[in-house]
């Protein structure tokens, strides 16, 4: 497979997603009377999956006909004005913002959508993608944009209506997109680095919220165990994909792409559960629930992305599975059942993503 190099553009273009990523989060940071609301949880998916698909639909396009040309870096630039407008309009007070919102992400799926149907690529397969998605994307497009026309509910019901036709069309023309199979390398690499800045947030915006006095050694122990946490679900991630994949799988890449979207959204939960823990501002219970549901979806959303994945040599079984779902349901009950310090519970969860680490990638 031809070697792919991801541009300093693409990951300057990274970053502006993750600032978008990390306001969005910020919906589940609100609580009231103990919980966090099933309003600001849906405006957290709400927000975050067209920043999520925006971003994934670019990088689909760099990743199959990406060439670093001034054209295409324009194009991205572009993008990021479109991208700096989505991020403006995110707040929980959703409805305010919404035209701005949907410039933002109508701007960005447009220029994509544009570019491939733009594109001066040979005839032969790899044509015939560029043009199947270039045409194809537009109908989500158009479905979208017609929430204009719509007030309340009803208009996020069309938005949301047209994302998902858009999101749904690779999956319809799976057997038009094999045969021109994206450079999987290339693929891993970028979500791997989206992956590894959020990452960084999460490390960041956890720390930020402990500020230890002098003498305060609960915090301290807190913001270690958080750390140890966070690397050790680094190490299993990245070790996976450096050791254990095999990156001259071709295929048409979409366990990788509609995976991540679990991983990057449970991860950023994770973060906001890291958060909502030690400040002691949630319901006992809802946030055992609210943690271990997030920790439950990232461990799934890596199992399935890397196993089609890995080295045959390489691949666990079955019994691993049902280890790993044993340790964390036993982890589960036992905080459920007992009133447990926070220092405990990330402990815990800390213990379990060790062990997932070490067992994944020895």
């Known amino acids: 497979m031809e070697e792919k190099k991801v541009t300093w553009l693409e990951l300057f273009y990274d970053l502006l997603f993750v600032a978008a990523v990390a306001k969005a989060t910020h919906a589940i940071l609100h609580v009231e009377k103990g919980y966090i609301h099933t309003e600001y949880l849906v405006k957290f998916i709400l927000m975050f999956v067209p920043i999520w698909w925006a971003w994934t639909g670019q990088t689909m396009f760099v990743n199959r006909f990406g060439e670093d040309s001034s054209y295409q870096r324009i194009f991205m630039i572009l993008q990021m004005v479109f991208v700096l407008t989505m991020i403006s309009s995110l ?59 719509f007030d309340s509910w009803v208009r996020y019901a069309v938005l949301y209506a047209g994302i998902v036709i858009d999101m749904l069309m690779p999956i319809v023309g799976r057997h038009h997109l094999r045969k021109g199979p994206p450079n999987t390398a290339h693929l891993l690499e970028r979500f791997g680095l989206l992956t590894l800045i959020l990452f960084g947030e999460t490390v960041v915006s956890t720390l930020a919220v402990m500020q230890p006095q002098k003498g305060d050694w609960n915090s301290i122990s807190f913001s270690i165990r958080s750390f140890i946490l966070i690397i050790a679900m680094w190490w299993q991630y990245f070790d996976n994909v450096e050791k254990k994949v095999n990156k001259e799988i071709q295929t048409a890449g979409q366990t990788i792409i509609y995976g991540h979207l679990f991983i990057l959204m449970s991860l950023s939960m994770i973060a906001a559960s890291i958060q909502l823990l030690y400040l002691h501002e949630v319901d006992y219970s809802f946030i055992v629930y609210f943690i271990f549901g997030s920790v439950f979806v990232y461990f799934v959303a ?21 280890l790993f779902l044993g340790i964390l349901l036993a982890f589960f009950i036992i905080n459920l059942s007992i009133v447990t310090p926070n220092l405990f519970i990330i402990g815990e969860l800390a213990l379990f993503f060790i062990l997932y680490a070490a067992l994944t990638t020895k």
């Open 302 to 322: 890596t199992t399935l992305v890397f196993h089609q994945y890995r080295y045959e040599k390489d691949r666990l079984g079955i019994y691993h599975l049902g």
């Open 91 to 149: 707040s929980v007070d959703f409805d305010n913002y919404y035209l701005s919102f949907l410039i933002g992400y109508l701007g960005l799926r447009g220029l994509t959508a544009i570019q491939l149907v733009i594109q001066n690529v040979e005839e032969g397969e790899v044509k015939r993608v560029a043009w199947y998605l270039g045409r194809t994307f537009w109908i989500g497009i158009a479905v979208s944009a017609l929430s204009l026309f």
